[in-house]
């Protein structure tokens, strides 16, 4: 398996999640769980809804457990010129922009950064959402 990434040719195994977010501030899944041997994951959001993105923008922002609330904060002070994600937020293991209705994106990382056994979430920091805007990442 060859996959042409951003980097370059890279080598491995890219493993593919989606995910799917509506104008009720909700995720349509509680958790992700990638696959032992996947080495790229490329996670697409896709919104659902109708409403703007500067009304009921989403987005999905991977971290370790303990970090999101402080991420969420971060990201409400970087605002929206920043997507609500503080710019190189070294607590950031992987994001996306932020997308309004009808609109998706997809990023793609390495699972490098990733342990087994740890405990990750997903949430989205856009305004207010992160406390019903969130899931368990699971790595097998
Ligand atoms: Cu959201």
Known sequence: FTARLAG????G???QLAISAN???QYDKKQLTIASGCTQVELTLTHVGKLPATSMGHDWV???APDLAAVANDGLTAGAANG???PNDPRVIAHTK???GGESTSVTFSTSALKKGEQYKYLCTFPG???LMNGDFIVQ
């Open 8 to 11: 370059g040719v890279v080598r």
């Open 13 to 15: 195994k890219l493993c």
């Open 23 to 25: 104008d009720q501030i």
């Open 62 to 64: 991977l971290v370790k």
């Open 84 to 86: 609500y994600v503080k």
């Open 98 to 100: 932020i997308v309004g």
């Open 129 to 131: 959402h992160n406390a």
